[in-house]
């Protein structure tokens, strides 16, 4: 059975939500202290996205069993206006927004798994995923 919580992104509190959750979860399931950093970090600039370039979405966590293994799945959506040039968002150093461009490159590296999907005026849906070592 997959445990899923969600929480709506709609202001600067909810990162911080969403962040403590992910937390709360990784802790629950097992991962040490420097894998909760990560995935904590990658929910936070997930949730970061979605504030920023959405205005709305949600961040959910689904607790996962596959094969004995056990993990958690951060899955990031959004009906934004989409990410026009995928790849053009996942080299570093990119930004729109002036920060660093350390943004979804980071996420993929932080996590075990990552997949995006977007489509131009109807959103962005990603999924990252974080095995217990």
């Not at 992104?9 to 959750?21: G, S």
């Not at 995935?39 to 949730?47: R, V």
């Not at 040039?85 to 996942?90: E, G, H, L, N, Y």
């Not at 997949?115 to 849906?125: M, N, R, V, W």
């Amino acid at each position: 059975m997959t445990v899923q919580s969600c929480v709506k992104i709609r202001n600067e509190w909810d990162i911080v939500a969403a962040r403590q959750m992910g937390r709360n979860v990784a802790k629950d399931l097992g991962f040490g202290t420097v894998d909760q950093a990560r995935i904590t970090t990658a929910i936070s600039e997930l949730a970061r996205n979605i504030y920023l370039y959405a205005g709305t979405g949600q961040i959910c966590i689904e607790e996962m069993d596959e094969y004995g293994k056990r993990g958690l799945k951060v899955v990031a959506t959004d009906d934004g206006p989409g990410i026009p040039d995928i790849r053009q968002v996942m080299e570093d150093g990119f930004s729109t927004s002036g920060g660093l461009g350390a943004g979804l490159p980071g996420v993929k590296r932080l996590m075990d798994s990552f997949q995006i999907d977007s489509s131009s005026g109807e959103g962005t849906t990603i999924h990252a995923v974080k095995w217990v070592r």
